[in-house]
């Protein structure tokens, strides 16, 4: 099978490759300590001013009859676990999307996933009259699961089985659908355009500890999951014919990946509402620093990612202190310049 | 001086086609399709003279005609005359302008899946017409500053996706990242202002032609009739660059001078609408398609022919979104759902073809 050992992953000399395997290793420990840093310091800053000692107490030697260590045990850890949580979450289905789409520019979004998650949120608040993120979660979930299997289903009729042409079509009629239900019922009613304004910005603020409890086992699950895909999505990467050839069943792998997906990002939105951004630039960078194999790739974006949103999530904090710009808004305004620099690379345009 | 030119000897006759030349500008007709558009400009007007006789106060079919011209009663011309044509021409126009514009775009970057928005007009226009709107700013001014943000926006983006020339993939990349910029600070004053000031900005957003007035109809008419000849005039540029680059550039074509005026030309046409009426989705998208199935591939009869069926469709949609749905809806979310079985249609013929 030489002759086929094109990728640049396996021409790499054995020797040499052991030492770039320990690099890597050692790289994965300080981007790990790096992250936790950062999730310190986002105990640590935030519209209320404290002292290290308080965020330090507060986890290790916690006094209830504190104000300041009363704020960073019930504000600041649960919105620091459920952003390092979504952050992963949302690198690793980023990675793996583009991965198989082999499309550097590609989204969950065209499977459904946000357009659904906001429909189950408005109909919930509009019918059911719910006011508060946490009480959204499960209908952003069933939104988002069920526009996507409607995707897939109308995708995958016809000759020829689920295409990526196809699927983005279906991924249309989906959306554009519940965007006309969405948008009917805001305008129907002011409460509802109200309180679903605030979650379709994107936040990780305002919900207690519990919602990341409920979607953790699909969004952590999910996650750790995608991170056995490396060998296959280093497969998928070399283009489908090569990776048939080397008798690998493409259409599984995709439909299985894809589903992983819609699992992963389905349940981020749920806890958090739309974050962009973050799927689509960690992968890059990555993959820029330690190279194309997924293997690593996958497990650096898992942690890279939940570094990046946490630190966006600071970011907001302090930009508007004593009010806050949700994390949503962040990683737009900070993803938006490195999207159109991406573009502007050769590469990916041409 | 414009001469119908049928003569059989002319060097440049092509059977089924008229000539129509103007000085030394000469444009190509194919009877075919001129047909099919006289066709759907009789459906218009039946269409025009239906939306009139509804409403809250029903007018007979003959009445509405003889108020438009001018003969009827007092009040029957007050209410067709200055409520209710408004609003019927401005849906015309405003679908004839998203038609023109979505078919320059697809040709343009050579993807049918495109529409003007790709290069940030709608969010630019957007922002700053939330902006105006949760400031209280005076609402006659509001159609100068969304297109001023369109512009604005689009200039942007083509400034960005300038290197060595612009290639259409940079440009859509670039516009999806410019205009995910914009919606984030959209997003950031929807939700720092209290709602009864954010309410009417997300109304706005969803698209609507409630309220159209003369004014809005001259400003519309100003520039259909600049850019549609404009448009007409570059089709034979815009089919030369559908042949890829190298081909145009071997026709001889100024490559980046050609693409930067469709590009204004579509971008004024798509800025004005969205303008008067806040983004309206999928006129843009759908209506050139259904034109080149109808009329075939993409020349001056058939840019006529998508003019004209974006007004029938833009102004069908709003007929409906205004009498015949429980509540009485902005036309965006009409349009958005009729795009939905269009697109299950094209996902239908895309199975039958695979």
Request: proline share 5%; glycine share 10%.
């Amino acid at each position: 099978m030489a002759a086929i050992d094109t990728s640049p992953v396996l021409l790499e000399v054995p020797g040499r490759r052991r030492w770039i395997n320990s690099a890597r290793a050692v790289g994965l420990v300080g981007c790990v300590i790096a992250t936790a840093i950062i999730a310190l310091l986002s105990l640590r800053y935030g519209s209320l001013e404290l002292k290290t000692s308080d965020a330090w107490n507060a986890i290790f030697h916690y006094d209830s009859s504190s104000y300041e260590q009363t704020v960073v045990r019930s504000l600041r850890v649960p919105r620091t676990v459920i952003a390092l949580g979504v952050g992963a979450a949302l690198a690793v289905a980023g990675t793996i999307m583009q991965a198989v789409t082999r499309n550097p520019l590609a989204d969950p979004s065209i499977l459904g996933v946000s357009s659904g998650a906001s429909f189950g949120v408005v109909s919930a608040v509009f019918f059911l009259g719910l006011t508060a993120p946490y009480q959204f979660v499960w209908f952003a979930f069933g939104g988002a699961l069920i526009a996507s299997f409607l995707v897939f289903v109308i995708g995958s009729t016809g000759r020829g089985g689920v295409t990526p042409v196809k699927l983005a079509l279906a991924g249309v009629v989906i959306s554009s659908l519940l965007s006309a239900w969405t948008s009917a019922l805001l305008l129907l009613d002011e409460n509802t355009m109200d309180i679903v304004r605030f979650w379709s910005a994107g936040s990780v603020a305002g919900r207690p500890l519990s919602v990341f409890w409920w979607v953790s086992p699909f969004l952590l699950g999910g996650a750790v999951l995608g991170l056995l895909l490396g060998h296959q999505l280093n497969v998928m990467s070399m283009g489908e014919e090569t990776a048939r050839s080397l008798g690998m069943n493409t259409g599984r792998t995709r439909i299985i990946s894809s589903a992983l997906v819609v699992l992963i990002t389905g349940a981020a939105v749920s806890a958090a509402g739309p974050i962009g951004f973050i799927g689509l630039a960690t992968p890059h960078i990555v993959r820029s620093i330690i190279g194309p194999d997924y293997r690593w790739v996958l497990p650096y974006s898992l942690v890279v990612g939940s570094a990046f949103l946490t630190a966006s999530d600071i970011l907001g904090r302090v930009l508007a202190r004593p009010g806050e710009i949700q994390v949503g808004i962040v990683t737009a305004v900070f993803g938006a310049p490195f999207l159109i620099y991406l573009a502007r690379q050769r590469t990916v345009a041409s | 001086m414009a001469t119908f030119d049928l003569a059989t000897a002319s060097p440049h006759h092509k059977p089924g086609h008229v000539t129509l030349r103007i000085g030394v500008v000469e444009a190509r007709f194919n009877v075919r399709v001129l047909m099919m558009a006289f066709a759907v400009l009789a459906l218009l007007a039946v269409l025009a003279v239906f939306a009139m006789t509804r409403g809250s106060y029903r007018i007979p079919f003959v009445d509405v005609v003889k108020a438009v011209f001018g003969t009827g009663g007092d009040d029957q011309m007050f209410i067709v005359r200055t409520l209710r044509l408004p609003r019927v021409i401005c849906a015309m126009l405003i679908g004839a302008c998203l038609a023109v514009a979505g078919a320059i775009f697809q040709g343009l970057v050579r993807n049918p899946l495109v529409s003007p928005d790709i290069i940030g007009i709608d969010t630019g226009a957007t922002i700053m017409a939330v902006f105006w709107i949760v400031f209280g700013l005076s609402a006659s001014w509001l159609p100068f500053a969304a297109f001023l943000g369109a512009v604005l926006t689009a200039a942007i983006v083509y400034a960005l996706s300038w290197r060595q020339g612009i290639s259409p993939n940079r440009l859509i990349l670039v516009g999806i990242g410019v205009s995910a910029a914009i919606s984030a600070g959209t997003t950031y004053i929807t939700v720092k202002f209290p709602i009864e000031q954010v309410r009417p900005a997300i109304v706005w957003t969803m698209g609507s032609i409630y309220g159209s007035n003369w004014g809005d109809v001259k400003l519309l008419l100003g520039f259909l009739a600049i850019c549609l000849p404009l448009s007409v005039v570059l089709m034979w540029y815009l089919r030369a660059l559908q042949l890829g680059d190298d081909v145009a550039r071997g026709l001889g074509l100024p490559l980046e001078r050609t693409r930067l005026g469709l590009i204004v030309v579509g971008c004024a046409l798509a800025a004005v609408s969205v303008s008067v009426a806040g983004p309206i989705g999928f006129v843009a998208l759908m209506v050139p398609h259904m034109a080149r199935m109808l009329g075939g591939a993409l020349s001056a009869s058939v840019m006529i022919l998508t003019a004209l069926m974006g007004s029938l469709f833009l102004l069908a949609a709003d007929t409906v979104a205004q009498h015949f749905l429980p509540v009485s809806l902005p036309v965006g979310v009409v349009t958005a759902a009729v795009g939905a079985p269009y697109f299950l249609f094209l996902l239908y013929r895309s199975n039958v073809r695979m």
